[in-house]
Each structure stands twice: as C-alpha cells, then as structure tokens.
Antibody, heavy 122, light 107 residues
Framework: QVQLVESGGGVVQPGRSLRLSCAAS????????MHWVRQAPGKGLEWVAV????????YYADSVKGRFIISRDNSKNTVYLQVSSLRSEDTAVYYC???????????????WGQGTLVTVSS | DIQMTQSPSSLSASVGDRVTITCRAS??????LAWFQQKPGKAPKPLIY???SLQNGVPSKFSGSGSGTDFTLTISSLQPEDFATYYC?????????FGPGTKVDIK
C-alpha cells in the first residue's frame, strides 16, 4: 500500500535552514509528481510546492518562493523540501502528498503523509 | 490566485442528520475541485476529486456536486466518525488553493 513518511522537522531559529524528507513506498515513485502542503497551528491548509515526476518542473507558493527548494531523488523514492531563511510564520506541520491524474489529466492529491512539525523560534 | 471560500465556517449537527457544505471559487474552475476531511492531529484524508468522484475506499454517504464556481459536499447521514473539519481545494492551476475549512461538530 502507498506510504509517505516525512521526517526532518524540529525547532529551528529564525533565519536558519532545515531539510525535510518524504520517503515514499507502495507505488512507482518516478511516475508521479509530489507536493508539499503545510498547516500552521490551528489554521487551514496551504499548498507550498510541487515537483514533477522527473524533477524537471517545479512550482512554488509566493510565500516561499526564493526561500524553499523542492527536489526529488527517484533512486531513493524520496522528495525533499529545503527550507531556508525561516520565519516565525513558517511554523507549521509540513505534509507531503502524492499526485494522481483525473480523466482530463489534471492532478489531484490521493495520498498524504502524516506530517512533520517545523517550529521556528529563537 | 484563485480564492476559495466555504460556508458555513462551522456547524453543529446530530447523528443521522444530512449535512451540506458549500464551496465557492473566485473564478471558474470547471470541475477541478477536491474535498478533504481532517480530524485533529491527523493528516487530511482525500474524499472526493473532480467535484463528484469518490476517492478509493470512501463510503457512498459522501457525495459532491457542482461545476464552474459553486460546489457542495453532502454527507447523507452523519455518523460519529464524520465529526471533523472539511476543506475544498481547487487544482485547475498553481498555486493550488484551499478553502478555509468547515468544522462539523456534535449538537
């Protein structure tokens, strides 16, 4: 069965960096795009970034553009999110999510990981 | 960016009630609309995609409808396990955006 397991979260000072990982199993990882979505404590869901199946295309939310980098290693079935220049407003649970394709070829989420908490605090 | 709104923001209902949640997009998104259920401390669970298609394993008491800018999620007979927060999300283009959520709690 599909499993997505995030790791790498923790407490980090403002301005510092962290690398989040999401290890995938149970599907052919190299054929699906992967996303990161975050949720600040007590708040709603915010889409963060997507990387295409082969890593060639990446898109970001304006709130993280220039500070976060999404990447993937298909040999390790893992997607990463390098989070840099962290701010207090980046404090959130970060989820990775797998894409699936609908009949028109548009991409929706069909599986989510359990999330990893990033706390930005001095 | 496409803005998503939901109404109501919260509702109280009883077991067995029929519940309807509304989602509106700031511009037409055809049927590229998904619904998620989230319980406290848990990851969102996908319920519906393409406005009305059930994800694998989701019971048929959940149904979705709509196209363009206006969408609904209906739970036909609310059960104790359905008390949660529900989010809609558009996926017609980036950035994907979510509604603010509708919290369904016990009356």
């Amino acid at each position: 069965q599909v499993q997505l397991v995030e790791s790498g979260g923790g407490v980090v000072q403002p301005g510092r960096s962290l690398r989040l990982s999401c290890a995938a199993s149970g599907f052919t990882f190299s054929t699906y795009g992967m996303h990161w979505v975050r949720q600040a404590p007590g708040k709603g869901l915010e889409w963060v970034a997507v990387v295409s199946y082969d890593g060639s295309n990446k898109y970001y939310a304006d709130s993280v553009k220039g500070r976060f980098i999404i990447s993937r290693d298909n040999s390790k079935n893992t997607v990463y999110l390098q989070v840099s220049s962290l701010r207090s407003e980046d404090t959130a649970v970060y989820y990775c999510a797998k894409e699936e394709y609908d009949s028109d070829g548009y991409r929706f989420f069909d599986y989510w990981g359990q999330g990893t908490l990033v706390t930005v605090s001095s | 960016d496409i803005q998503m709104t939901q109404s109501p923001s919260s509702l109280s209902a009883s077991v067995g009630d029929r519940v309807t949640i509304t989602c509106r997009a700031s511009q037409g998104i055809s049927n590229y609309l998904a619904w998620f259920q989230q319980k406290p401390g848990k990851a969102p669970k996908p319920l519906i995609y393409a406005a009305s298609s059930l994800q694998n394993g989701v019971p048929s008491k959940f149904s979705g409808s709509g196209s363009g800018t206006d969408f609904t999620l209906t739970i036909s007979s609310l059960q104790p396990e359905d008390f949660a927060t529900y989010y809609c999300q558009q996926y017609i283009n980036y950035p994907f955006t979510f509604g603010p959520g509708t919290k369904v709690d016990i009356k």
